[in-house]
């Protein structure tokens, strides 16, 4: 943690988030925060979610995401389309993906990856190459999440999303 010129404690993201998961969030309006911290959303993240079903908690987090409103706002689809390297003929396959990420609502689930790999890569964090099923997906390789194409290695998609 932080300090400012005053001597107030600078909490960041992480200590905020931190005190909502112990419940002691009523702590918010009292705290300051370093500047890269947007204090009001977090403020909307809805504790009661940690008291109900899991099934129901699922579906609620599959269309909330905390991220900047850029992301929220982002035309994945066109970006995906434009990252197609010329080389590639990926079309055909990025049509059919998207298709099944569109029909299982997870739209908000995409922009949410490009805003994580894009944190990542400004905050020079490594993450991992690749690992199970998710490789399968064309997708996640144009967004960067993992570096395998599984066109050149001829994997199918539907693992990923079964």
Known sequence: MKTDKFGH???????????IY???DHYLDKIFC???VNIDAIKKIDTSLYD???????KVCQTEWLMPEEY????????LFNQIPPWDDGNDRLFEELR???????MSLL??????????RKNNIVWGVGRGSS???YVLYLIGVHKIDPIKYNLDFREFLR
């Open 9 to 19: 404690c600078l909490y960041e993201e992480k200590d905020i988030l931190e005190l």
């Open 135 to 137: 490789v399968a997906s």
């Open 52 to 58: 109900m079903a899991v099934e129901q908690y699922d």
């Open 111 to 120: 922009r949410w990856l490009k805003y994580f790999v894009d944190t990542c």
């Open 22 to 24: 112990q419940k002691n």
């Open 34 to 36: 370093t500047e890269d």
């Open 100 to 106: 099944e990420f569109e029909s299982r609502n997870m």
């Open 72 to 79: 929220k706002e982002f035309d994945i689809i066109t970006w």
